[in-house]
């Protein structure tokens, strides 16, 4: 074994191990590359019109590094597994399928060290879901802008300072989560719906059913107000939901409470990207984002494509996961990496490197998933098996020619 051949690649695949993030990395060896592609195809036929840093994810090595395939021990099976080391990537996480399946699972690592050292600490939390009125003609752009300045007012107001002391709300961890209409269903619409989860961290024992009504009822006077000074509103019934961790006896179960962070910070990612994008389409009116992506890149809809461009287009400096300043050092985790820098990730043990040639073809057919998967099954021959395939115009993993074959 190499050195620096690690249990994981802290950049490259995610990988398919079980726990709260197993479902994410089952993802990222599956349909990830091949919406890449349909994203760049589509971009071809003039249906996206964007510019994006997205399309040229993927597409080969960083700027004067050489890429490589490299091994990393571990997994559910002890054979390993492998992933790519300096490949170019975007590192735009609510707009990639790509660098948005890696970052979820990097960062849910991350995540899952924080909700395990807050809790051995003594530390109890609270779930909150904060929500805004829209409509299918609201401008999605200016509604994300408006929604992110109403949460820095009311965070920065006396009232919350005042509340946070009042409650003991030390930390917080927050996510950004976006649906549409399912446009396979007639009926009602109201558009993208954009809206936040965030984990509370409390200083104390968990909240009473009573108290955490109480701190329901002060952040939602608190959020309506704030969204009044940008233009928006939200019912009271709706705008912010607050929920309460379980317990048993009153007493957080701190491998279950553990899990329960994570699951609710990631689970709608995960969620999406493993079972929606299987399915021709969901039985209930809102779809994920990664879904209409999926339906867009199978349809070659025009009009997807246009819709999904709204939505990429208004996420642009729109950061999927903040975390309070100084909740990583109470932690001892250190200073935070950059996505770039979580994407580069480390060195497993290097098992071959690849020419922009060999590479081109493989990205032709958006095989660069395919390619790993060999790796998985049978090394390095398994990789030369796939790069021979590429080149001569077949599919990677079926072997069949494909059609057109490459030019």
Not at 70 to 83: L, P, W
Not at 241 to 256: A, C, M, Q, Y
Not at 303 to 311: E, G
Not at 345 to 374: C, D, N, Y
Request: net charge positive; aromatic share 8%; proline share 3%.
């Amino acid at each position: 074994m190499g050195k620096g051949a690690l249990s994981r690649p802290l950049g490259g695949e995610a990988p398919t191990s079980g726990g709260p993030l197993g479902k994410i990395g089952k993802f990222a060896s599956r349909n990830r590359f091949d919406l890449l592609l349909g994203m760049r195809n589509a971009r071809r036929e003039g249906d996206l019109t964007m510019r994006h840093d997205v399309f040229k994810c993927s597409c080969g090595a960083i700027p004067g590094k050489e890429l490589s395939i490299d091994r990393y021990v571990g997994g559910e099976d002890g054979m390993g597994h492998h992933a790519y080391r300096n490949l170019r990537r975007c590192a735009s996480a609510m707009v990639c399928p790509v660098c948005g399946a890696s970052l979820r699972y990097l960062r849910g690592q991350e995540l899952q060290a924080i909700g395990e050292k807050m809790i051995r600490a003594g530390y109890s939390f609270v779930f909150v879901t904060y929500t805004a009125r829209h409509g299918v003609m609201t401008d999605f752009h200016g509604f994300v802008k408006a929604f992110q300045a109403a949460q820095r007012k009311m965070k920065s107001g006396k009232a919350w300072q005042t509340l946070k002391t009042q409650y003991g709300l030390r930390f917080a961890m927050r996510t950004v989560e976006v649906t549409d209409d399912n446009p396979t269903m007639m009926g009602p619409r109201s558009g993208f719906h954009f809206h936040t989860h965030t984990v509370m961290w409390l200083d104390h024992a968990v909240l009473t059913s009573d108290e955490g009504a109480r701190l329901e009822a002060e952040i939602g006077r608190l959020w309506r107000a704030a969204l009044t000074k940008v233009g928006l509103e939200a019912s009271e019934e709706r705008g912010v939901v607050l929920e309460l961790p379980r317990t048993k006896g009153g007493v957080l179960d701190k491998t279950e409470a553990m899990q329960g962070v994570v699951h609710y910070l990631c689970k709608r990612f995960s969620d999406e990207m493993t079972g929606d994008l299987r399915k021709s389409g969901r039985a209930g009116r809102r779809i994920s984002i990664w879904e209409l992506l999926r339906m867009a890149a199978e349809t070659k809809s025009r009009k997807l494509w246009r819709r999904w461009q709204t939505y990429a287009e208004a996420m642009k400096g729109v950061s999927f996961l903040q975390l309070t300043p100084g909740l990583r050092d109470f932690c001892g985790l250190g200073r935070e990496k950059t996505d770039e820098e979580l994407l580069q990730g480390i060195a497993g043990e290097p098992v071959r490197t690849l020419t922009s040639e060999e590479f081109f073809w493989v990205v032709k057919q958006g095989g660069q998933g395919k390619l790993l998967r060999k790796a998985d099954e049978a090394g390095l021959a398994g990789i030369e098996q796939g790069l021979k395939a590429a080149r001569e115009g077949f599919d990677i993993e079926t072997g069949e020619e494909l059609e057109p074959p490459p030019e």
